[in-house]
């Protein structure tokens, strides 16, 4: 068996420039795993973009657009190709699993590039990345609102360190519009793990946007998703045609820190997800079951508010939210 699992695929329907099936992988480890696929082939030469959903299989806005990108590729694609994978995380989709995949119970958003030698999701992942998506210009993962959730409207890249290399990373990304646009630093360490941090270090251009809340089907949000990878799809000479002009104030920050609770309790929110926050303010208060305060959360810095939990009941050592540093802000 070579290094990396190789694919296969059963056709189950074809429509024009458009066919859809089940996609196999050879690993034993993936055994039994049928992912469903669209591929989209142009009558001309160009590019590829590869387009996943689904990671975490509670995030629908993003998996809704996936699919609506099948039907605008259809009538819309005159070079290249595209291959959509709209449910990565078939394990957990009927099971409603947040934010891991119960093969063996870890989150494949952190797991890339993968490891051939791994467990079921870092099998996956590697499969996916060095295998399907191998040779596509362009890795875009559409994330955004697992169930206790809400998240602004942004996206996510990685710098390296090569400036020719980063503008085209940045471009891609600035292709959406977005609340906020996360260039993650060259020399940042703690946010790695995802497609979008790991694949620029191997040579591959990778987005990845996050936008939605809850498990809920909304509109807005999957036309965020949507618009931006179409946006990508016009930038690369896939589509013709006019890109969607943006409207949001699409503020650049180049990381984000995760905020825990102190303790386990009751859960009462002060901000929402998109809105900027000072230093030293109050963010949300915990209570316990009888309803009497026992921690406020505070702001460490300024930013803006990425991510947030908003469901009442949390544990101690919990993610809350997720808080990028503004220009004006500092990680004291």
């Not at 995949?101 to 051939?116: A, H, Q, R, T, V």
């Not at 799809?233 to 905020?259: C, E, S, Y």
């Amino acid at each position: 068996m070579s290094k990396h699992s190789s694919y296969s695929k059963r056709i189950i329907g074809q429509a024009g420039i458009v066919s859809w099936g089940q996609l196999f992988f050879s690993h034993p480890t993936l055994a039994g795993l049928e992912l469903p696929y669209f591929d989209i082939e142009a009558p001309q030469p160009g590019p590829k973009l590869a387009i996943i959903a689904g990671m975490h299989p509670n995030e629908v806005s993003a998996m809704e657009a996936a699919l609506r990108l099948k039907n605008y590729f259809a009538d819309q694609l005159v070079h290249g190709s595209v291959s959509i994978l709209p449910v990565l995380n078939m394990p957990g989709l009927y099971l409603h699993s947040e934010f891991v995949c119960p093969e063996d119970n870890k989150n494949i958003n952190f797991l890339s590039p993968g490891d051939p030698q791994g467990s079921f999701s870092e099998v996956l992942i590697d499969s996916v990345l060095n295998s399907w998506a191998k040779e596509a210009a362009v890795f875009i993962d559409l994330h955004g609102g697992d169930l206790r959730e809400d998240v602004a409207k942004f996206v996510m890249c990685q710098q390296i360190g090569d400036g020719e290399f980063d503008n085209i990373t940045r471009s891609l990304a600035h292709q959406f519009d977005a609340d906020a646009i996360v260039e993650f630093a060259v020399d940042q360490t703690n946010n790695r793990g995802r497609a979008t941090n790991e694949l620029p270090w191997l040579g591959r251009h990778a987005v990845m946007s996050e936008g939605g809340a809850n498990g809920i089907l909304d509109e807005e949000n999957i036309q965020f998703h949507f618009n931006g990878v179409a946006n990508i799809a016009r930038q690369l000479g896939l589509t013709q045609g006019a890109k969607q002009i943006r409207t949001r104030r699409n503020i650049v920050v180049d990381n984000f820190d995760k905020i825990e609770a102190p303790v386990s309790g009751r859960w009462y929110l002060d901000i929402a997800a998109g809105e900027q926050v000072s230093r030293g303010q109050r963010l949300g208060v915990i209570k316990n079951l009888y309803g009497e305060w026992v921690a406020d959360i505070i702001a460490p810095f300024s930013g803006l508010i990425l991510m947030i939990v908003n469901h009442n009941i949390i544990n101690q050592g919990e993610w809350l939210i997720s808080l990028a540093p503004t220009p004006a802000g500092s990680l004291e």
